[in-house]
Structures are given as structure tokens and as C-alpha cells.
């Protein structure tokens, strides 16, 4: 087989990046068509076929430090360590602790998180049965309540009929802010939005929205903390009843 000895950055298809975000598994191939990354030395990394390691020297490198830095360097090699196979949500989550040494494609990336999502929703979503005094299975109506809201507050900041469900502008932590802000102002306290960015993102799907997957662009920042206030005298008080 003739390959060229150059080491370029070839990305996936959307396509491939389907298909391997149904493995179970991630192998060094998969890893490698989806980094772009060559075996060997990567900057401050090492991929070899069994994972990839931090390069952070030898031990007598690292005895002549203060404990702080062989506290931090240790750090590094430890976060820095993935084994092959491993899971796709632990070849993001350990993505995310590079610091953009390492990206993914975002069509990956989106698949692995709305699956899981999803697979969240159609647990809650089974039908609700009684056993004794208990409920069993079924999506709890506060998700039900918790999706109408969003829809009214979503319509009520963004009229723009061209907003599209399928890619929601701005950031799900921006989102969460300006929802903080809106109830604050209208309740003088924060009780529903009182929660996290992964919950508001399973709202969001339940409520039949996507949040654009990848880097928020400086524009859209602060998307829906300026549309918050910028609509706040329209918003009335009993939305949150």
C-alpha cells in the first residue's frame, strides 16, 4: 500500500462520525480518524496503539521540583492518560481536560450527546404503571412543565420566526443565565432554574430544541442574556404559575 509520509489532518465525514458514535468502543483507529492525530509524539502528548499518555519526563526530572509542580505535573499525567478501547463519552469528557490540544468532530460530538439524551427521555417517557402506592415508570410531568415553560419563554425573547429548533444560538450556559435572570426578576428568587446545564439540556430536547454543538462564537456569547433584557418588560410575572 503506497501512503505518503507526510503527516496530514484528515477529518472524517459526517457520516463516519455517525457510524463510529454507535460503537460501543472506541479503538486507536477510530481515535485517529477522528483527532486527525498521527501515532507518536503529539506536543505534550504520546499516542501509541494501547492509549495516550502526558510527556512529563523522567522521575529525576521531576524529583528536583517543588512539591506544587510535581503536584501539577502528576496531575497532567494523570488526566492526560486514555486507555483503548474506551467509551465515546469518555473520549469526550476526555477531550474536554486537553485544552483544545485535541478536538473532535462536531457531528461526533452531537450524536454521543443527543443519544444520550435521548436515551433519558425514553426511560422517563415509558408508560405509567401503579404498583401498590407506587408510580412506576413514565416521565414525570414536572419535565412535561418544566419543557412548556422554555417554549414560552423562548417565543417570548426570540420573536424572530426564523429561529430554528434544530440549532438554538448561543450557549445552554448563557441560555441558563438569562432563565436565572427572567425568574429572578419576576419572582424576586431563583427556585426552577435553580439547576444545571446538563438538566436545562435535557428540558430543551424534551421541549423539541437543539443546542448547536461546538465552540460559541463571541457574537453569540451573551445571545440570551441580551435578548433577556432586552425583553424583560414584556415577559409577565405569572409565566413561573
Known amino acids: 500500500m503506497n501512503m505518503s509520509k507526510k503527516k496530514q489532518k484528515q477529518l472524517p465525514d459526517a457520516v463516519t462520525c455517525v457510524v463510529v458514535s ?5 479503538h486507536i483507529d477510530d481515535f485517529l480518524r477522528l483527532t486527525g492525530k498521527c501515532l507518536g509524539d503529539n506536543g505534550t502528548y504520546r499516542i501509541e496503539e494501547s492509549g495516550v499518555t502526558g510527556e512529563v519526563g ?30 465515546p463519552q469518555r473520549l469526550i469528557e476526555w477531550v474536554k481536560d486537553t485544552d483544545g490540544e485535541f478536538t473532535l468532530p462536531v457531528d461526533f460530538v452531537r450524536q454521543i450527546e ?9 426511560e422517563t417517557a415509558r ?22 415553560l422554555l417554549r414560552k419563554l423562548i417565543s417570548l425573547m426570540h420573536t424572530d420566526k426564523t429561529l430554528d429548533p434544530g440549532a438554538l444560538p448561543g450557549s445552554v450556559a448563557d441560555f441558563l443565565d438569562a432563565c436565572q435572570r427572567i425568574e429572578k426578576a419576576k419572582t424576586n428568587e431563583i ?3 435553580s439547576t444545571t446545564k446538563e438538566t436545562i439540556k435535557t428540558w430543551l430536547i424534551a421541549a423539541g430544541y437543539r443546542v448547536k454543538i461546538g465552540r460559541t462564537s463571541k457574537d453569540e456569547a451573551k445571545y440570551w ?5 432586552e425583553t424583560m418588560g414584556k415577559i409577565p410575572p405569572d409565566v413561573f404559575t
Open 127 to 148: 408508560p405509567r404503571g401503579v404498583n401498590g402506592n407506587k408510580i412506576m415508570g413514565g416521565r414525570p410531568k414536572e419535565i412535561d412543565k418544566k419543557a412548556d
Open 58 to 87: 523522567d522521575i529525576s526530572e521531576v524529583v528536583g521540583l517543588t512539591s506544587e509542580d510535581q503536584a501539577v505535573l502528576l496531575e497532567f499525567k494523570r488526566k492526560a492518560k486514555l486507555d483503548f478501547p474506551c467509551t
Open 114 to 122: 443527543e443519544a444520550k439524551v435521548e436515551v433519558l427521555l425514553q
Open 191 to 193: 427556585n426552577v432554574f
Open 22 to 26: 454507535m460503537n460501543d468502543e472506541i
Open 225 to 229: 442574556t441580551r435578548l433577556c433584557v
